[in-house]
């Protein structure tokens, strides 16, 4: 089998750990001097990184935490969508256009305060 660990990078960890706990219901468990912290409650551990804003991102590009785009991103589920945006905006969020009603779900695409992209997701009771 192959563990996976969800890497975030964040400009300021305690900021990080404030939003992701607060905004997303997570919980704090390891910790490593001030260098990254582990997050539980999900089905596969987040680990927040502290990088700071201009840190060597690979050898191409430096990190910047204005808004930016990847095509690998998270979705978290939740159970009341709108709910969960209110919660991660009053955390430091971003809601990203209007919330969208598709036939299998509802999504709210959101940024956390450090440009990272994530979805929100409520499934409809005949997808679950």
Not at 22 to 42: D, Q, S
Not at 73 to 97: I, K, M, P, S, Y
């Amino acid at each position: 089998m192959v563990a996976v660990l969800v890497c975030i990078d964040v400009g300021d960890l305690e900021r990080g750990i404030e939003f992701y706990t607060r905004g997303l219901g997570l919980a704090v468990g390891r910790r490593h001097r001030g260098e990254w912290v582990e997050l539980t409650g999900a089905r596969v551990p987040l680990m927040l990184i502290a990088c700071p804003d201009g840190s060597p991102a690979c050898a191409a590009a430096t990190r910047h935490y204005d808004r930016h785009w990847t095509p690998v991103h998270l979705d978290f589920v939740v159970e009341d969508l709108r709910a969960a945006v209110e919660r991660a905006q009053a955390a430091g969020a971003t809601l990203e256009g209007d919330i969208q009603d598709r036939s299998w779900n509802s999504i709210a695409y959101m940024s956390d305060p450090f440009g990272n992209g994530f979805d929100l997701i409520e499934p409809h009771a005949a997808v679950q």
